[in-house]
């Protein structure tokens, strides 16, 4: 679908796909590397979670740790089982599901046939039985556990594939099945989400896995709490309806796409198809997602003192369907040769930009109590705590606070708790993965963009178009070229 190409209306669902864009938009006009850093909120509306018209819309299957170390204690193991059961009575009736055991190899518990099962109550009950006799031993390779989930959904026409991970422990036998080689085969093929439990599991492990397959990453402290952690993210999961939405980047002559990252609510790889600025992303319900767009460009023989376009923003969805998009919206940048314009940054992109600082406080001061250095970590935790109080994340200042004693929360002075373990670190690196939201849309002063209400068919200040003069098409008000012909469009008064 060609980006210019009329949003509105262009089909009769009632789900409907939202688009804001929040930036600073003055760059420094001398010469240098100059970026510029954008916020994209893209929300979908009135999924409903009813289900797909072309029959189910999930392909689920529960990978499960069964090394040797889910024997002890025994509650883990338990806990484990307790929590797949738990997951197989949420599936609606036809869902295609298998149940994967994993350890140094994988294999299926359920179904013992070489295609998955449709749930019903029969085969719900098999599974249950099932999952309720396995047994624990052995190694951990988490890519043949990946591959086989892999190999299973590949088999499955439903919309939505999805892996739910449980481990224990470290990937130790990673030279059976390595796990890079792994992400790459499973990335675009289906979502997973990782969860850590007991006291040996990685938490970077796990983020490296979610991050590439647009997953989560989390953890449980105590075993019985993992069957309604479990029960939570199936609901949540059932309404996910639609599978896919592409963000396209279109860059203006002069300009390229550097990166286009997901930073809320977790943070996620996005690659663009084949060297485009098309970035899929996957697996959508009712939700708002979050992306940083940075772009560069070359102010060399630009006009200075005029709000010139970098690239359009827009949202389509692969194959057509059935929901309602937002008309295309421009990135800006003014070339200015005033300091204290070009010195300002966009407030949602400074807040996730210091997020991704607290992120690396937080991994700095894990590798540091890894090695015995525990002034060192008391202070990375302590610019943690500094960076969560500058954004308002209460949240993260509570979790910082199982591992610390906050003493001056505003200039980061903490005092490490002695009967602080390692595997408190690593709850705290999944954790800290789940970003807060950030400020208020429409805080991206200087553009204009971002104050829109970002509904379907909405566009910056209330929805307003323009046609080109040369092919006709629909362009945001705010546009100096066609998003569709690149034709100049005259400024407005």
Known sequence: METGTPRTGEAAGRVAAGLEISQWKYLPSEAGDPQMHAILSVRVDGTGGDGHPGGPVLAQVLA???????????????????????????????????VVRGNEQAAVVYPDTPRMARASARTRARAERAVRETV?????????????????????????????LLTDGKNQHDEHMPLARV??????????????????????????????????????????????????????????????????????????????????PT??????????????????GDETRRYQLCLAADPTGRPRREDLQLAVVAV???????????????????????????????????????HQRLGEAVAAA?????????????????????????????????????????????????ALRPEVTAVDFQHLITASSHST??????????????????AAGGAPGGGATVPCPACSRKAPAA???????????????
């Open 479 to 493: 546009a100096r070229f066609c998003p569709a012909c690149g034709h100049r469009i005259e400024a407005r008064p």
């Open 366 to 414: 894990t590798d540091a109590h890894r090695r015995g250095q525990r002034d060192l970590a008391e202070q990375q935790l302590g610019r943690a705590v500094r960076l969560a109080r500058a954004m308002g994340a209460d949240e993260q200042i509570a979790r910082l606070a199982r591992l610390v004693r906050i003493e001056d929360a505003p200039s980061g002075r903490v």
């Open 267 to 284: 943070e996620a790889e996005l690659t663009a198809e084949d060297g485009t600025g098309r970035f899929v992303t996957r697996a959508w």
């Open 64 to 98: 499960m740790d069964c090394s040797s170390s889910m024997t002890w204690p025994v509650e883990k193991l338990h806990a484990a089982q307790q929590a797949a059961v738990a997951a197989i009575r949420k599936l609606p009736d036809g869902t295609p599901f298998a």
């Open 437 to 454: 939201y950030g400020p208020a849309s429409g805080t991206g002063t200087g553009t204009g963009i971002g104050t829109g209400s970002g």
């Open 183 to 264: 992400l790459e085969e499973c990335a675009g093929r289906f979502v997973c989400d990782a969860w850590g439990i007991g006291d040996g599991w990685d938490g970077r492990e796990l983020l490296r896995i979610t991050s590439r397959l647009h997953g989560s990453a989390a953890s449980v402290r105590e075993e019985e709490a993992l069957p309604g952690e479990y029960e939570q993210l199936m609901n949540r999961l059932l309404t996910k309806t639609v599978p896919e939405l592409v963000v396209s980047v279109t860059a203006m002559p002069g300009c390229t796409v550097r990166y286009l990252k997901q930073v809320f």
């Open 136 to 164: 624990a031993g052995g190694g951990t390779c988490i890519g043949a556990w990946l591959d086989l989930s892999r190999r299973l959904l590949t088999e499955q026409d439903a919309p939505i594939g999805h892996v739910l």
């Open 316 to 354: 389509d969805v692969p194959g057509g369907g059935e929901v309602r998009l937002p008309p295309p919206q421009p990135c800006l940048v003014h070339w200015t040769d005033d300091p204290a314009l070009s010195r300002h940054t966009d407030a949602q992109v400074e807040h996730f930009e210091q």
